[in-house]
């Protein structure tokens, strides 16, 4: 079983809400727009980081993560990327890549708006975390946690914070 963190756009802001919640994970899921690179300093070296970056994120971060990733881990198969659309809705690109590898569940960001679906059509479940940092149209700062386990998503909760306006 694998304990994970999700979370996007945290565009540079990194505070004690997301150290408390990575201290409960084995691993962090970052779907892009990270800001700072300085921020990678924040990151525990003892969990397993996977990420993409996002629009926003400059040269330092596009050499430490790719556009997109497809991994699998727990029996599970899974395809994330920044921008990418949601069920029914998908960019072009991003559906095509979803008809492809038949993803159990794929993972986007850049939206800033949680979103939890289930796509029928392509059997797969949709995350967006939210957006995690302050910058933006948002009213709270959102993650996501679940657990994999031998194929399954299981105990998927939201993490919901106030933004910091100081």
Not at 5 to 32: F, Q
Not at 76 to 86: E, F, Q
Not at 138 to 151: A, E, I, P, S, V
Request: charged share 30%; hydrophobic share 35%.
């Amino acid at each position: 079983m694998k304990r994970i963190l999700l979370i996007s756009d945290t565009h540079s802001y990194w505070d004690k809400a997301l150290d408390r919640a990575l201290s409960e994970a084995d691993e962090l899921w970052h779907a892009g727009d990270w800001g700072d690179v300085n921020l990678l300093d924040n990151l525990p070296k003892s969990i397993t980081i996977r990420g993409v970056y996002g629009n926003i994120d400059g040269l330092e971060i596009r050499k430490s993560f790719s556009k997109e990733l497809f991994f699998e881990i727990e029996g599970l198969k899974i395809y994330m990327t920044h921008i990418g659309g949601y069920p029914g809705r998908y960019y072009k690109e991003v559906r095509t890549k979803l008809e492809k590898l038949r993803p159990d569940i794929y993972i986007c960001g850049h939206s800033h708006i949680l979103k939890v679906v289930r796509d029928k059509r392509l059997n797969l479940l949709h995350l967006n975390p939210g957006a995690i940092g302050n910058k933006g149209f948002h009213k709270k700062r959102t993650m996501l946690r679940f657990q994999l386990d031998n194929g399954e998503i299981k105990n998927v909760s939201v993490l919901e914070y106030e933004k910091n306006y100081s």
